[in-house]
Nanobody, 116 residues
């Protein structure tokens, strides 16, 4: 069983920054892939950014150049640094982890609101 605890969401003005954190715990030695997704009401959940355990990353097109994902393997924590935030970034952000041969897990979500 894996537990994910997210933090760092909140309200910010356009152009501002936020940093999300997601700490993973459980009897898992390593997490193969860690990512952030986001969802707004009435739309599908979309990938924001992901990072594998070799530190390779992938980003959604709308956040490239503004968001940066990183991970601390010693702490089993993934971070999302969000800069130059726009109102269209407003969403619930979910942490996601994949452990090969075990399963995938979602966090409870954290609200990010960007005011214009």
């Amino acid at each position: 069983q894996v537990q994910l605890v997210e933090s760092g969401g909140g309200l910010v003005q356009t152009g501002g920054s936020l940093r999300l954190s997601c700490a993973a715990s459980g009897r898992i030695s390593s997490f193969n892939y860690m990512a952030w997704y986001r969802q707004v009401p009435g739309k599908q959940r979309e990938l924001v950014a992901g990072i594998a355990n070799d530190d390779s990353t992938n980003y959604g097109d709308s956040v490239k150049g503004r968001f940066t994902i990183s991970r601390d393997n010693a702490k089993n924590t993934v971070y999302l640094q969000m800069n130059s935030l726009k109102p269209e970034d407003t969403a619930v952000y979910y942490c996601y982890v994949l452990v090969i041969s075990v399963g995938n897990y979602w966090g409870q979500g954290t609200q990010v609101t960007v005011s214009s």
